[in-house]
Structures are given as structure tokens and as C-alpha cells.
């Protein structure tokens, strides 16, 4: 059983020229006393990555959803 698991979790921001993608179908499990390391160049997404799965959301977010589960507990309800 999978300490985290996030399942094609999506973070799209709200701008005056429409929706920007800044997290679009990520998804990987966790087991306990693993870790993971994101990496990427500026500006690919990696904070919202973080921000959506600690769900500290901006204002200006246009779509959150997918799946996310902490102990099989929907983290997303």
C-alpha cells in the first residue's frame, strides 16, 4: 500500500489570456522511507506541483482535480 499516491493530478492557473497548464496529468505512489526529487527548468511547474499537493492553492486556480491519497484516504474530498 502506497504512503502517497497522487493519479493524474492536474493544476491549471486562471490568466487574462485563459488557462495556463502548470500541472497536467502527473501521477506516482510513494511507499514509506522512499523520496522523490522533481526536477526541471524554470518555470515547468515543479512549485505547483507542490502547491497542489499540499493543496495551497492560489486564487487565480481555474482547474484542480484528480486523485490524491494519503493512506488510501482521498485527500482531494
Given at each position: 500500500m502506497?504512503?502517497?499516491q497522487a493519479l493524474g493530478l492536474?493544476?491549471?492557473y486562471q490568466t487574462p489570456q485563459g488557462p495556463v497548464r502548470a500541472v497536467d496529468d502527473a501521477s506516482f505512489s510513494?511507499?514509506?522511507g522512499q523520496a522523490l526529487?522533481?526536477?526541471g527548468e524554470s518555470?515547468?511547474?515543479k512549485t505547483s506541483l507542490a502547491l497542489?499537493?499540499?493543496r495551497l492553492l492560489p486564487r487565480n486556480t481555474h482547474t484542480y482535480e484528480g486523485s490524491l491519497l494519503f493512506q488510501?484516504?482521498?485527500l482531494m474530498k
Open positions: 502506497p504512503l502517497l492536474r493544476l491549471y510513494l511507499d514509506r526529487g522533481v526536477v518555470g515547468c511547474g497542489a499537493l499540499m488510501e484516504l482521498d
